[in-house]
């Protein structure tokens, strides 16, 4: 399988300021990777899927002004949280996916990254 | 719409008991269903995959049925131990690269 780390793994910031989080996946080179959105004791929410050298595709409801995606290499994404405020404090989530071909491609989660707006 | 739940949403049983985790879909076109097993503060790890073709999957203690027709999955844990506490996460994939979350039962076993 694939190993993918974030950074930070945990952030706490202030009100107003801008937060990074990268996704790396260390061994794969990754064409597309994922940017989940987790509340506490809540469901994995699909936010938006980053793709390399083109912009991000946004779900319904996500404001793509206020969470900016780069995914510049194939081994790199970001996700910057702009203007934060209280209600962003969540926990963030990258995945990508591993193409073993057919239905058993499978997609390979970081460890997350939790954010707290004061 | 595309919905994903999960019962029970939390479950606390003693070590050694044989456990079901239920899984349901509302739209049975599914391409695949994939089991995760997330422990607090962490990311996800996948268990168990099963492809619309397949009606289970078996890996150790773990086993995960599948009836498409009835929408329906569960994970069979078998003898729990305390390590085996966790949120357990159901996922389903259409015929895209998209993943659909169930709600997720978290589970506790106690010594």
């Known amino acids: 399988g694939a190993v993918v780390s974030q950074h930070p793994s945990w952030v706490i910031c202030k009100s107003g300021t801008s937060v990074k989080i990268e996704c790396r996946s260390l061994d794969f080179q990754a064409t597309t990777m994922f940017w989940y959105r987790q509340f506490p004791k809540q469901s994995l929410m699909l936010m938006a899927t980053s793709n390399e050298g083109s912009k991000a595709t946004y779900e319904q409801g996500v404001e793509k002004d206020k969470f900016l995606i780069n995914h510049a290499s194939l081994t790199l994404s970001t996700l910057t949280v702009t203007s934060a405020h209280p209600e962003d404090s969540s926990f963030y989530i990258c995945a990508l996916w591993i193409f073993a071909g057919g239905s058993t491609d499978t997609q390979y989660f970081g460890p997350g990254t939790r954010l707290t707006v004061l | 719409k595309q919905e994903v739940t999960q019962i029970p949403a939390a479950l606390s049983v003693p070590e050694g008991e044989n456990l079901v985790l239920n899984c349901s879909f509302t739209d049975s076109a599914i391409y695949n269903l994939q089991w995760f097993r997330q422990d607090p503060g962490k990311g996800l790890t996948s268990l168990l995959l099963?492809?619309?073709?397949?009606r289970e999957q078996t890996s150790g203690r773990l086993n995960a049925s599948l009836d498409k027709s009835s929408g329906r999955s569960t994970l069979y844990i078998a003898a729990s131990q305390p390590g085996d506490s966790a949120t357990y996460l159901c996922?389903?994939?259409?015929?895209?690269?998209?993943?659909?979350f169930g709600t997720g039962t978290r589970l506790q076993v106690f010594p």
């Open positions: 996922a389903v994939r259409y015929n895209t690269d998209k993943l659909i």
């Open positions: 099963i492809q619309s073709s397949q």
